[in-house]
Each structure stands twice: as C-alpha cells, then as structure tokens.
C-alpha cells in the first residue's frame, strides 16, 4: 500500500525522508519517489520503479538536498507501476503532491482541467489533485486555503501532502479516509502515513482525524477541522515497542492482538470505501477490468485463513451471486482440478509465505485460471509478489501464534471483494452496498462492544478449565465461525473441540453429548435462528452443556445448563466477523486457566514454510 513521508527542517531532510520510506517497505509497493525543494528554490525530484534501494541509489548517483521535502511509495491503481505513474506529482514544477487512496471523480477532474489547458503526464487520479491545487492557488494563493478550496472538490479517499515554490517555509496535509500522522521535532516537523516512518527522528506525534487539514512549518503546527474551524489535536508521546514487540498492559500478545480488532478493521477499511461503494480499484489498476470477466472464485488457503474463504464463500453467492469454491492448499495443489472457465483463483495468507498456499499459487498459474488475487498481511510476500492482484490486510505484525486480528481483518478485505465482484457485475443493488458500506464503517465500534464482554467470557471459560471435549456449533456463514472457534480452543487450551453444521448433529455427534461435554453455538438474529434453537434442544435433552453467543433480541434465557451471552445487534452479513470475537476470548481465557504457553503452544509454528 502507499505510503507518505514529508519534512520541514533547517538541516537536509533528503535521507529522513528516503528512510522513511524504508521503514514503510513492509506494506508493499511498486515504485518510490522524493521531491525536494532544493538550495535555488526549485522543486527537484527523483522517482525509480521497485523498491526503496533502487531510489535511494539514484540519489546517489544525482543527489538532492532541501529543508523541505515530500517522499511516497506507490501502491498502483490508477495506471500500472511506472516511473512516470510514480509520486510525488507536479504542476507546472510549482506544486508537488503526494496521495494515498484513491479520487472517485478524478475523470471529469481531469476533463476540467485538460480543458484549462493542463497537460496530464501520468495516468494517475494523483496529478489531478496537483493541477486543482495549482489552479486554485491562482485565486488563493495561500497554500492552505488553496488546499481546504482544493479537497472539496475530490470524492473518494485521500490522505496527502503538498509544496509549492512559492511558499518554502509549509508543507500542507489533508485526510480522509486514509490516515496521517504530525511527527513532533525541534525546530523541524514531519509528517507521515504511518507513525513508524518517524520513529527514527521523534516520538512525539498529533494524529490528524477526519476531514482535518494541516499546515506543517518548522516551528508550529495549524490543524483545521472539516468544518474550517482551527482545532488542536491531541500530542501523543509513543513509547519504544508499545506496537509490536511490547505486550503492553496485556499479558499474552494474543489478547493484545484480539483487542487491536476495533482499530486493524478500521485500518483494513482506510482508502477502500467510497460515500456508498467499495472502491474497486483498491484492488489494483487492472481490478476493475478483471473483475468484471470474472464467473467462478476458486479460494485456497490454510487453517484459520482457510475458515475466512469459507465464509466468504456464503457472501460471494448470496451478494454477488458468484459461484465459489473453497479448498485447503495442501488437497488442492494434489487433486486434479477441472478448472471453470473465467475463474479467480483467490488465495489468502497472513504471512504470504505458507508452503502449501504459495505452491497452490505457482500450480494454478499453469492451469488456466482468469488470474490471480492475494489477500495478505505482509507486503513484501512472496504470495504478494507472485499474485496479479493484491488485497492488503492491515492488522499489522502478529505475534501470537493463534491467528486473530489477521482473520477478522481477513474477513473485512473478503466482504471487500464481494461487494466489489458485486458492483461491477451489477449483481448487488446500489442501495444494498451503500448499506454494507454504511455497516462496515460503524463495525469497529461494534467489534469495541464485543471486546467489552472480555470479563463475561472470561468466567464463561471456568466451565471449560477440567473438559476434555468441547463442540462448536453454527449454521451458514457462521459454521465457519464455529470451526475457527474450535481451532483457537484446541491450538491453545489442547482441549478437543469439534465443529459441526448445527443441522449434522442428529447424524453422528449427537452421540458424544453428555454433561462432560460442553456445547458452544452462535447465534446470530436471523433465519435460521428457530433451526438452530430446535437443534439446541436436542443437546438439552442428552444432558450437554449449552453455552450460546446470541443476538440480544434472538429470545434466548439463560437456565440451568444454558448460558447465554448477549451480544451487539449487527446486521446479519457482518454478524461472522463479530461472533468470532467471544469464541477468540474464550479459548484465550480457557488456556490461561489450563495454563498452556498462549503465544507459543507446543508443536506449532507461526509461518509454515515447509509443507
Ligand atoms: C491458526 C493459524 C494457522 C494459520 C495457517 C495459515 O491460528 O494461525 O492455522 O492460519 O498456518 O497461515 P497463513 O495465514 O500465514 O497462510
């Protein structure tokens, strides 16, 4: 994904910016480029295809040096990764321009402007910003009046970062829908996409919030909210390791990482939702005209991302009206597989490197497939590299061994594909995706409710600390739910847990119920809601346990042998990334009671790179 790096100074800012870079490396990107305003007050810049070395090497050969300066790395969709597509974008070498999202409205943009006589020498909805901003300083020649003028006019996501010849002494910045960050100095200011492109130079940081614009001098700092008013935002001291590679206050990465959910979605979504659609092109450039060939998926993935194709399998038919197939990467890439014409072949992966997924990859690239989509947490995977498309989730490093912010962010670029699949093949209504959209939006906060019953699952989890046994029950897109719920509880609490679609009970499992043998389902609010209540009371009736996850409204009443915890109303589609939340909690506080090694359980590794 890209990626932003500006600064003000009174030193040469050349290399904090080209470092920044490199510290951005791990999202993934095709192209690098830095723009400086040099001694003689002119904008000088360099722009290289690949990666941040190759940029930082032909600084070398031609270097450039400026107290102030924009730096990007370029994740392409609009137009395919070249130099010229490369960021930052000028105006008549008077305003440059760097830009993460995507501008929804950036071809009648462009016809504006080509008709005030600008000549457009990329492809990218990025130099329209430049051009409108050049354009509008005529009228407002301050930076950040020409830049509040300037947003207005664009739809879609941006967060972005402006200089101009005129005016050496400001860099200018806006957000919406994707983020950015004041990185805090002394006598010189930052600014970035992430805050660890600036852990080299501060630990001093203001997180712009939404519809913010700022105005970024050696000296001070002006923010304005979306409404013009000036506003002062919050100055965050980061402390060394609080993100990664420090537990924080939680005891286990594993519960650091469930309650990172609210924030890694929030994340995941950032410069991907339009006002009422997903933006295709965050697939990539060539998203929109591939989708719209695409009649078959074909998903292949391993354990817990193999439980997110499952479940998108039940979003692809039921939104898009897509037909889909699921399969684990070590069958897969074994079996012969009759491949339906104009299929996508879909793999997801957090870490990109899983021996089984990357081989089914290389083997479907010989077999005919349409082409090829990775949805993966690490930028720099092999998965990525190899794939056509790429999809990154960004729950950022996960340390504990038991997947979980990876899959909930796994699940949200899921939905993210279906509703584009939908939308191009105007198979889901305008309206229904604007519902999904509105939906997606609000889900952090939904997932922060869900956290919120850390305590109650917690003395749940006590009937489980002397079971040897446990089964997991759901039905549709939330079976799935129930078998990564199980998967959790084995991996870490080493007790045997089994999912089953509610409606098999009565054919095999039913056998095993008896009061040693607790009974976990979710159940959201919908129809087959009175189903799964009568499969529930054939577990009452041999004795079992029954503890249920249900809607607040779904009527059920906690009794004796029933347990029932109430959960956030969500709509029905979003209802399996939410559910996964408590059976994530369970099997954490089930394991600390048993007490396993939660981060590390015996026997299994964090990235399985052999087969
Ligand atoms: C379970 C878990 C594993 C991984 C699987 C695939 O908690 O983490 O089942 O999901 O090994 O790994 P990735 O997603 O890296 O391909």
């Known amino acids: ?62 270097p450039l040096a400026g107290k102030l300066g924009i730096a990007h790395t370029r994740w392409a969709t609009h137009g395919a990764p070249s130099e010229a597509n490369a960021h930052p974008h000028f105006s008549g070498e008077q305003v440059a321009v760097v830009h993460n999202g995507i501008i929804e409205n950036h071809e009648v943009l462009r016809e504006r402007l080509i008709g005030l006589g600008y000549v457009f020498t990329s492809q990218t909805d990025t130099e329209v910003i430049a051009h409108l901003l050049h354009h509008t300083l005529k009228e407002l020649p301050d930076i950040a009046d020409a830049l509040k003028a300037t947003v207005k006019q664009l739809h879609g996501a941006y967060g972005l970062a402006a200089i101009c010849m005129a005016q050496p002494d400001r860099l200018v910045a806006a957000r919406s829908g994707s983020p950015l960050v004041i990185g805090l100095g002394l006598g010189e200011n930052f600014l970035a996409s992430d805050q660890l492109a600036l852990r080299q130079v501060t630990d001093r940081f203001v997180y712009l919030e939404e519809g913010d614009i700022a105005e970024i001098r050696r000296e001070s700092v002006q923010i304005w909210d979306a409404s013009g008013a000036v506003v002062q935002r919050e100055n965050v001291q980061y402390h060394e390791g609080a993100e990664a590679a420090d537990k924080g206050i939680y005891r286990h990465f594993m519960l650091k990482e469930i309650h990172e959910q609210p924030k890694v979605v929030q994340r995941t979504l950032e410069g991907r939702l339009g006002q009422n659609q997903v933006l295709v092109q965050a697939f990539g450039p060539q998203a929109a005209e591939l989708f719209a060939k695409v009649r078959n998926v074909q998903i292949v993935a391993c354990g817990t991302s193999y439980h997110a194709g499952m479940v998108a399998r039940y979003w692809l038919e039921e939104l898009a ?47 005919g497939y349409l082409g090829s989509l990775a949805i993966c947490n690490v930028g720099i995977s092999s998965l990525v590299r190899e794939s056509d498309l790429t999809l990154l989730t960004q729950a950022g490093p996960e340390i504990g061994v038991a997947s979980t912010k990876a899959f909930t962010t796994q699940l949200v670029a899921l939905m993210l594909l279906t509703l584009s699949l939908g939308q191009v093949h105007g198979t889901l209504a305008p309206a229904q995706e604007a519902l999904l959209v509105e939906e997606l939006r609000r889900l952090p906060v939904r997932l922060g409710e869900a956290l919120a019953m850390d305590t109650t699952v917690e003395h749940i989890s006590e009937l489980f600390a002397e079971k040897h046994h446990t089964l997991f029950l759901g039905r549709g897109a939330q079976f799935p739910v129930a078998m990564e719920g199980a998967l959790k509880l084995k991996e870490i609490s ?62 059920f009443t906690d009794e004796v042998g029933v347990h029932v915890v109430a959960m956030p109303h969500i709509i029905d589609a979003l209802a399996p990334i939410l559910y996964t939340v408590p059976l994530q909690l369970l099997s954490y506080y089930v394991a600390v009671l048993r007490g396993t090694d939660v981060d590390q359980p015996r026997n299994l590794a964090k990235s399985v790179t052999v087969e």
Not at 40 to 56: F, I, N
């Open 1 to 62: 994904m890209c990626g932003i790096v500006g600064a003000i100074a009174e030193r040469n800012v050349t290399a904090i910016l080209v470092e920044g870079l490199k510290r951005l490396e791990y999202r993934g990107y095709d192209s690098a480029g830095v723009t400086l305003l040099d001694n003689h007050g002119r904008l000088e810049r360099r722009r290289r295809l690949g990666k941040v070395s190759e940029l930082a090497h032909a600084l070398q050969e031609q």
């Open 321 to 367: 009206s897509i037909p889909c197939q699921v399969e684990v990467a070590s069958e897969f890439r074994y079996r012969k597989v009759m491949v339906q014409p104009d299929t996508l072949f879909v793999s997801i992966s957090q870490s990109g490197e899983t021996a089984d997924t990357l081989a089914a990859l290389r083997n479907a690239k010989q077999m």
């Open 494 to 555: 080493y007790i045997h847990a089994e999912a089953y679609p509610a409606g098999e009970l009565k054919h095999g499992p039913l056998a095993l119920v008896d009061s040693d043998m607790p009974v976990v389902t979710v159940a959201p609010n919908n129809e087959l809601l009175e189903k799964l209540k009568s499969n529930l009371q054939e577990v009452r009736a041999r004795g079992g346990e029954l503890i249920v996850f249900a809607d607040a409204e779904a009527n």
